[in-house]
């Protein structure tokens, strides 16, 4: 990884290489390489894994030009084994960087411990608010007047490593859990490239359990945007 820009083309072999999970839409994925094409050329996706067959974005992925692994959940005996299917998969390609967008497998702590540091993950919601499933039927349900999305590296214990950046939206009259999770997604779709063009260029990284941004740790929340 550089944090200067090369003076020529880099070859494949040393670009900063990223592998992408997704299990659904795939929209994040798509706003991720599209970012990476048009803007780092000193990075390359290597390949898309889906864990369902049928997932929208793989055929995204394909269209884009990129690598497509599926690997199903359901043609392995337990969470472990397909975590070992996928780590053999994600090591293929060596990747700098792996990427979590929309991706619905909880990880065991032994393939988090692996690839720690180096794995991000968007959440929909302002973390550490909501972790796990159903985001914005819960902050519906609680009253919240504001939501929104988190990006944060991951670590063993379920959405609860150190936050990156997130973005807040307000939650409008009237709004149903479908109208506020499109309005997060919009933020996604800025939140997420910023974190990963920061990691790309080397100025992001997860020192002692922080996120630091140019070495120096940022607040708990992640850099906060608010819209
Ligand atoms: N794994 C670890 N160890 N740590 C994190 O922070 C993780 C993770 C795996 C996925 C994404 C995530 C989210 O952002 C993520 C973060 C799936 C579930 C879940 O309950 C929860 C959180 C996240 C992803 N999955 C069910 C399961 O049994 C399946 C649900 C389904 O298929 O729809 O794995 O919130
Ligand atoms: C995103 O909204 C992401 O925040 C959410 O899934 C969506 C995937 O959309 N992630 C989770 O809910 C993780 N539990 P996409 O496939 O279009 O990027």
């Known amino acids: 990884m550089n944090d200067t820009p090369a003076p020529y083309p880099l070859e494949d072999a040393e670009k900063s290489r990223v592998v992408i999970l997704i299990s659904g839409t795939g929209s994040n994925m798509v706003t991720i390489a599209e970012l990476i094409r048009d803007e ?14 049928e997932a929208a974005g793989i055929q995204k992925a394909r269209s884009l030009g990129i690598h497509t692994d599926i690997i199903d959940h359901r043609g392995f005996t337990s969470r472990e084994e397909f975590d070992v299917g996928l ?33 991000l993950n968007i959440h929909p919601s302002l973390l550490p608010k909501y972790q796990g499933l159903h985001t914005h039927k819960r902050a519906l349900e609680a009253g919240d007047s504001e939501h929104g999305v988190t990006v944060h590296f991951v670590t063993e214990v379920l959405d609860d490593g150190p936050n990156v950046i997130q973005a807040v939206v307000p939650v409008l009259d009237g709004d149903d859990p479908q109208s506020l999770q499109k309005r997060v997604q919009l933020q996604e779709h800025v939140i997420y490239p910023i974190a990963v063009k920061w990691f790309i260029e080397g100025r992001l990284s997860m020192q002692k359990g922080q996120s630091c941004l140019d070495n120096k740790p940022l607040p708990p929340t992640g850099l906060k945007l608010d819209t």
């Open 87 to 119: 780590m053999r998969t994600i090591d293929a390609y060596d990747p700098d960087l792996i990427v979590l967008a929309g991706f619905m497998r909880i990880l065991t702590p032994d393939f988090v411990r692996r690839y720690e540091g180096r794995m």
């Open 40 to 53: 780092l050329p000193e990075a390359e996706v290597s390949a898309v894994i889906c864990n369902e067959p």
